[in-house]
């Protein structure tokens, strides 16, 4: 046998394996889903809009879902639909590592490429950062977000979720906090995340404004927008502020302020420079948004 008959039969093999587990998304935007258990399609949050999506099936039924859950700091979602007869995917025992051959799957199609590097980051739809993301070099086609990177045994490594650009693209890793993340969202168990209630811009963007209205240079996150009804808002964060400090931290970038608010805290003290002053506020959160 060659290589390229040996490299032939391991895809179509993961093809008629898997693609009866892979579905087509239609709701607000186009996607791809994954069968990850009886009933529940696991996917992108970016993919899902409203409480309803049409999931096409590979067999071509198509049928009406419901968004059980979502997390878009996460960029996760499961939604509740009757699977029939598609197998759930099976996850994988152990993470890749680079150079592990993947195969990526979205409706009607399968591409090969390999894993280019592992504990990988960048920032989901609401600026906050995703860790330990898998990077590969399969190929993916416009609306293959939300579908499965899978091993040579069509075991689930991974959910596409990101474009990286130059021939790279990221998957969430399919380890056992997806596992019960997946769980969670499918049982409608949603925390919403702890907010501020703030767009910001970053450090060098403060840098440069203060400087050209007469201020002194200060590093922090300057204040873009304020929503009135939320914590901040209602603590006296005002447009134009500049974060500096958060709960006695000094804050440089918005990571630094996303890491306090995920210990969920009850209270936060944000100094801000306003003008030449600082000031100090009292933040009362309790899961405002």
Avoid: C
């Avoid at 391991?10 to 186009?30: D, M």
């Avoid at 995703?130 to 070099?137: C, L, P």
């Amino acid at each position: 046998m060659t290589v390229l008959t040996e490299v032939t039969a391991a895809v179509s093999a993961i093809a008629e394996r898997i693609g009866a587990s892979v579905v087509a998304l239609r709701g607000g935007g186009r996607g791809t889903g994954v069968v990850v258990g009886v009933g529940h399609v696991a996917t992108n949050a970016h993919n899902v809009r409203g409480e309803t999506v049409e999931v096409r099936f590979a067999d071509g039924r198509t049928a009406t879902g419901q968004v059980a859950g979502f997390d878009v700091d996460a960029d996760l979602a499961v939604v509740d639909v009757d699977t029939g007869d598609a197998p759930a995917i099976a996850f994988a025992d152990a993470p890749p590592t680079p150079g592990t051959v993947v195969f990526a799957l979205a409706p009607g199609r399968i591409t090969v490429g390999f894993v280019s590097s592992v504990s990988q980051s960048f920032r989901g739809p609401r600026g906050r950062r995703i860790s330990e993301a898998i990077e590969h070099t399969a190929p993916l086609v416009r609306g293959s977000s939300g579908g499965p990177i899978v091993d040579a045994e069509g075991r689930l490594l991974g959910i596409n979720t990101h474009r990286r650009g130059g021939g790279f693209y990221l998957a969430l890793p399919a380890t056992a906090e997806l596992r019960s993340a997946l769980d969670t969202l499918g049982r409608g168990e949603v925390q919403p995340p702890v907010r501020l209630g703030i767009a910001v811009a970053p450090s060098h963007v403060a840098r440069r404004l203060r400087s050209a209205v007469g201020l002194a240079e200060r590093d922090g996150l300057l204040v873009r927008d304020v929503d009135d009804a939320g914590a901040a808002g209602a603590a006296g964060v005002r447009r134009g502020d500049l974060i500096v400090r958060a709960g006695g931290r000094d804050i440089g970038s918005s990571d630094d302020l996303f890491a306090l608010l995920d210990d969920e805290p009850e209270t936060l003290t944000l100094t801000v420079v306003r003008g030449d002053d600082e000031v100090e506020l009292e933040v009362t959160l309790g899961g405002a948004s």
